[in-house]
């Protein structure tokens, strides 16, 4: 709470939304509180240390919040931070710290997302066909 008040004076413009932040973190709303950190993730401004904000504040309760909204969050702000976390650990830290249910959570989307930007458009795979019943019996009599 501490963390939001100080960055709330040091970032007036965002003095607003961290106060929203303190609000749902005291009166635990959990979900709530996701859902307004997903929002702020993906329109902080560009110049915004994301990666302090997860060490110090998200970090803290993210075995609070909900899963599958803390693992775009956390995605989203190892995708954009590009540097170094605090103490030198790489860009993608956050992944390990989750808890484990997050952290499966966000190797599962990010496995999936990789997949699918890897896959070639221009080889659409084949479509599955199902035989009916009757097909698969008259084909067994013959």
Not at 6 to 33: S, V
Not at 64 to 93: D, M, Q
């Amino acid at each position: 709470m501490q963390y939001l008040e100080e960055q709330g004076e040091k970032i007036p413009a965002l003095a607003e939304t961290f106060a929203k932040f303190g609000e749902l973190y005291t009166a635990r709303l959990w979900h709530q509180l996701s859902v307004e950190l997903r929002a702020f993730v993906s329109a902080a401004p560009a110049d915004y240390d994301l990666a302090s904000f997860y060490a110090k504040f998200i970090k803290s309760s993210e075995d609070k919040l909900t899963p599958l909204l803390l693992a775009h969050t956390v995605t989203a702000i190892a995708g954009r931070n590009e540097g170094t976390w605090e103490g030198g650990e790489s860009a993608r830290a956050p992944l390990s710290h989750c808890h484990p249910p997050t952290a499966r959570l966000l190797y599962a989307y990010r496995a999936r997302h990789t997949r699918a930007a890897t896959h070639s458009p221009s080889s659409p795979s084949a479509p599955r066909t199902h035989q009916t019943s009757k097909a698969r019996w008259t084909s067994s009599k013959m």
